[in-house]
């Protein structure tokens, strides 16, 4: 494994591998967007260091844990709302449309991967959306304005109108079952890369982390990069301790 030793040597290395691979896949979480102004989970400050998260078990069983729910979405919802795609993101968008990258596998819920230009056919989002909601029972699509406006005047919930169901945002929440169909073309496009890139994750959210294992067990080079250690440093071919935007703008041209 190479850790990142000076700056230079770092990105030479990540050019090399990227240069040399033919079909590359990149997977982001919370650290790629924390340059967008939006808080990640596990750092200093970080979303759990204020609150704990809400279990997808407790959210259907309890009106009052959905309106706790809501009332937290809400509350953050001015910075979700607010956040642009930053170099990080745009490095990213860069690489997929010079056929470097064919797939962008994200645990990000934000939609900044597709804001930033990366057409959403190529975003592959294990953990859902937050900038909408959908039905429970029948999956149909609720737009958050409409509920916001409802939950202001009469912290009324959500109901879906075809079929009765509870409304959610269209988030995997912690107790959920994982995406079927993101899943299976998540573990695709792992097993069809030569370079695996893991970007902004602290690599402990499972099964999502286990993604970067399996591709380098099939073969394919695995890069590391997050301003901290990850529990897969010691697989991968090249680690990057770095901050996510200037440590890509060294290595991809932006457009
Ligand atoms: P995480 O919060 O567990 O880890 C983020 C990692 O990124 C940390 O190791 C942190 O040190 C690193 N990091 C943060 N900013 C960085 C920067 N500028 N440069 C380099 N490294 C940086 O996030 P995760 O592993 O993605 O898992 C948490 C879950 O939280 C995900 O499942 C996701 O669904 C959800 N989440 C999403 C968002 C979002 O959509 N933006 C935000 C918060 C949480």
């Known amino acids: 494994m190479e850790k990142s030793g000076s700056e230079n040597s770092s990105s030479q290395i990540f ?5 040399g691979s033919s079909r590359a896949v990149v997977f982001t979480g919370a650290g790629v967007s924390t340059e967008s ?3 990640d989970f596990r750092s200093p400050g970080g979303i759990w260091s204020r609150m704990a998260p809400i279990d997808y078990q407790d959210f259907v069983r309890s009106a009052e844990v959905r309106r706790e729910a809501w009332q937290r979405k809400f509350e953050m919802d001015d910075t979700m709302r607010g956040a642009q795609p930053n170099i ?13 990258v064919r797939a962008v596998i994200t645990q990000n819920i934000d939609g900044l991967h597709q804001a930033s230009g990366v057409p959403a056919d190529k975003v592959i989002e294990l953990h859902g ?8 029972e029948c999956a149909e699509r609720y737009e958050l304005d409409d509920i916001k406006r409802e939950f202001e005047v009469s912290r009324r919930l959500p109901v879906c109108d075809v079929c009765g169901g509870i409304v959610k945002t269209a988030t995997i929440s912690f ?4 995406p079927l169909g ?6 695709e496009e792992t097993l069809e890369c030569d370079l695996f890139i893991a970007i ?3 690599l402990v959210v499972y099964p999502a982390a286990s993604f970067p294992l399996l591709a380098k067990r099939n073969g394919a080079r695995l890069v ?4 901290e250690e990850t529990p897969l440093d010691d697989a991968a071919d090249l680690v990057v301790h770095d901050e996510i935007g200037p440590a890509l703008a060294r290595v991809v041209p932006l457009n």
Do not use: F, K, W
């Open 224 to 227: 590391i990069l997050n301003r």
């Open 15 to 19: 050019r090399d591998l990227l240069a």
């Open 88 to 100: 990080g993101h745009a490095a990213i968008a860069s690489m997929v449309e010079r056929d470097v």
């Open 200 to 202: 902004g994750s602290s």
């Open 182 to 187: 993101p899943m299976e073309r998540a573990e």
């Open 175 to 178: 107790g959920q079952s994982m």
């Open 37 to 39: 102004g939006i808080p």
């Open 129 to 136: 959306n937050t900038t909408y909601a959908t039905c429970l």
